[in-house]
């Protein structure tokens, strides 16, 4: 499915929507921020239903897409007749996806209650001397006044590989963890939900792992936190939002661009040291991967033309 316009009235959208139907180009007109969004299922149809769309908002008012409204009527009656008896017939795909989507988020609740006990048993990165702390972190580091001392990635290039990984459950106070995990909870159930366990686990850890080196070269061991992990996630359902909203992934609007001036705020150094580099390496990563399936179409597309 995909976009093709927005139409300010909502009974232009849909007569040009009924017109389409009648063209044989299935489509949907959708309540959108700044008018009416149409919608064509059929990826082949986008590039005709396009043109129609450039035509109609030329010549709204053209006979032609008057009587269109009737004819669609008919097709829908005939569309709805036809599902009842397939539905009859036939199990209901969407019955299996419902039950998927209400499937527990094993994996996002695994993560809060590990990102909960590790935030206890260091106590919140105020216990300086902390056992576990040391052994989550990317490198083991100490603090000699106002340095710290590491010996590069030794640990982790020996075996301890889960120190790539393990830096997302370290939080340094209350407001960064109940931040984090209330973004976890809602992203990380959302995305869980539609694409399952696996899925989503192998996400958290590409995303963790990479960005957590990035940080690592550009500011050393001491770092730690889920916002990577949930900066990745909502590059990932902002991407699936806008170009495959066929997958149900969906996040305000407003809510992006207020994690977007956010992250901006966080570089200004107005509210101590943060991780920015994970937070961008995160959100780029989730990007790339929401927006991969819609990239690779379109490439196809080119190759095919």
């Known amino acids: 499915m995909r976009r093709i316009g927005i139409i300010e009235e909502e009974?232009?959208?849909?007569?040009?929507?009924?017109?389409?139907?009648?063209l044989g180009f299935e489509n949907r007109v959708d309540d959108f921020d700044d008018g009416w969004a149409v919608w064509v299922e059929d990826e082949d149809h986008v590039e005709a239903a396009s043109g129609e769309m450039e035509a109609f908002l030329k010549e709204p008012d053209n006979p032609k897409y008057i009587?269109?409204?009737?004819e669609a009527h008919k097709i829908r009656k005939k569309t709805?007749?036809?599902?009842?008896?397939?539905?009859?017939?036939?199990?209901?795909?969407?019955?299996?996806?419902?039950?998927?989507?209400?499937?527990?988020?094993?994996?996002?609740?695994?993560?809060?209650?590990?990102s909960i006990a590790v935030g206890v048993l260091t106590g919140l990165g105020q216990s300086a001397n902390s056992p576990v702390k040391d052994w989550l972190s990317i490198a083991t580091y100490v603090h000699t006044g106002f340095y710290i001392k590491w010996q590069g990635l030794d640990q982790l290039l020996y075996g301890q590989v889960w120190r790539l990984?393990?830096?997302?459950?370290?939080?340094?106070?209350?407001?960064?963890?109940?931040?984090?995990?209330?973004?976890?909870?809602?992203l990380g159930r959302m995305i869980e939900g539609r694409k399952g366990h696996w899925?989503?686990?192998?996400?958290?850890l590409a995303v963790a792992g990479i960005s957590n080196l990035a940080q690592y070269f550009v500011s050393g061991p001491n770092f730690g936190g889920m916002s990577g992990v949930v900066y990745g996630l909502l590059g990932f359902v902002w991407m699936k939002m806008k170009f495959q909203p066929?997958?149900?992934?969906?996040?305000?609007?407003?809510?992006?661009?207020?994690?977007?001036?956010?992250?901006v705020l966080c570089f200004t150094g107005a509210f101590g040291p943060v991780a920015n580099t994970v937070h961008t390496v995160g959100l780029?990563?989730?990007?790339?991967?929401?927006?991969?399936?819609?990239?690779?179409q379109k490439w196809r597309r080119s190759r095919r033309s």
């Open 11 to 22: 009974s232009e959208a849909r007569k040009f929507g009924d017109y389409l139907l009648t």
């Open 165 to 186: 990984f393990t830096p997302m459950f370290l939080h340094f106070g209350f407001m960064h963890i109940i931040f984090n995990m209330l973004w976890l909870h809602d």
């Open 246 to 263: 066929e997958e149900g992934l969906f996040i305000s609007t407003t809510i992006v661009w207020l994690m977007m001036i956010w992250l």
């Open 80 to 114: 709805e007749k036809e599902d009842k008896k397939w539905r009859g017939m036939h199990k209901d795909l969407r019955t299996t996806f419902n039950q998927l989507a209400g499937m527990p988020p094993k994996v996002t609740m695994t993560l809060i209650v590990v």
């Open 199 to 204: 899925f989503f686990l192998g996400m958290v």
């Open 67 to 70: 009587g269109a409204g009737d």
């Open 284 to 296: 780029i990563i989730g990007g790339l991967w929401g927006y991969y399936p819609t990239a690779m």
